[in-house]
């Protein structure tokens, strides 16, 4: 017990000194604090150049509120609970592991560190893509994640900041799927991933921004606006009540497992979910509303 006690302490002091360094330190590239600020204020300026609907507000519905969440999410969680809950858990696992005499070197395939870098970089991307694209569909299906995943869904107006609306149990599950597959491939240092996940939070904020962009035919391959609206729209055909267009940063996922759905022009389709008119719309009721929702009120998008 005392370990992980330990374990816990040492996971908030170097988080705490790791985001002190972050907002002081502007002398490194790979600043996730000021990327997220920069990407932000670029596809922000792009939404007021090229909006798609002109007749939705530069401070559209509900812009503070993911302007906070963003931030938030991004940085805060990790703080009160991902980064000693990561740790915690993945120290408990390797722990069993070694308890059956096994490790997780065990279970590498390959250690993407030995390929060169680029090639690394796209195995560790396309995998994590993948995971994560499953990981989505299943907050679609089961009811109990699908409680946690209808904050993300609450948006009634489109804008780059509701990239990073989710409820804090959403990178829980997406972690926890993750451990494995990484643990198969073998993972690279935080200064080689910044460029995976800056790419990624690019194509996460264009998706979400008031843009009426495809990308031509790279739109089979990369998830973009007029797809990712149709993952947002309030009611589905009952085929797909379940969801569709599930891709993060890549739309191959989609195109290949027959999920995508465009069956017209988005542009003005009304977005959330069947019933959240009843939903809270201030953060800390947004944050409870899995532990105090209504069986009746959780099935009633899905």
């Not at 009952?238 to 969801?243: A, E």
Request: charged share 15%; glycine share 4%.
């Amino acid at each position: 017990m005392e370990t992980y006690i330990e374990l816990i302490k040492k996971s908030y002091s170097g988080y705490w000194n790791y985001l002190k360094y972050e907002l002081l330190d502007l002398n490194h590239w790979d600043n996730y604090f000021y990327g997220l600020i920069v990407i932000s204020i670029a596809v922000w300026l792009l939404e007021i150049i090229f909006p798609w609907r002109k007749n939705q507000s530069i401070f559209r519905k509900d812009f503070w509120l993911d302007t906070f969440y963003m931030f938030f999410n991004f940085f805060l969680l990790n703080l009160i609970i991902l980064i000693a809950l990561s740790n915690t858990v993945a120290h408990f696992f390797n722990s069993l592991l070694q308890n059956i005499g096994l490790s997780l070197e065990s279970f590498q395939l390959f250690d993407v560190n030995n390929l060169p870098k680029w090639l690394g970089l796209l195995v560790f991307f396309v995998v994590s893509d993948f995971v994560q694209w499953n990981t989505h569909r299943l907050l679609h299906r089961f009811t109990f994640l699908w409680n946690f995943h209808k904050v993300h869904h609450s948006v009634k107006e489109m804008g780059f900041a509701a990239h990073l609306r989710y409820h804090w149990m959403e990178p829980v599950v997406y972690k926890s799927l993750l451990y494995i597959p990484i643990a198969i491939i073998g993972n690279y240092n935080a200064n080689d991933v910044a460029i995976v996940y800056f790419f990624a939070i690019t194509i996460g904020h264009l998706n979400h921004a008031n843009l009426g962009w495809d990308y031509g035919i790279f739109k089979y391959i990369f998830n973009n606006p007029k797809m990712h609206i149709w993952h947002h729209v309030k009611t589905l055909p009952n085929h797909v009540r379940f969801g569709v267009n599930y891709g993060l940063t890549l739309s191959i996922w989609d195109y290949l497992f027959k999920t995508n759905y465009i069956p017209h022009n988005g542009k003005d389709i009304e977005l959330g979910f069947p019933g959240d008119e009843y939903f809270p719309k201030d953060f800390i009721k947004q944050e409870l509303y899995p532990m105090f929702s209504k069986k009746s009120e959780s099935d009633s998008n899905r």
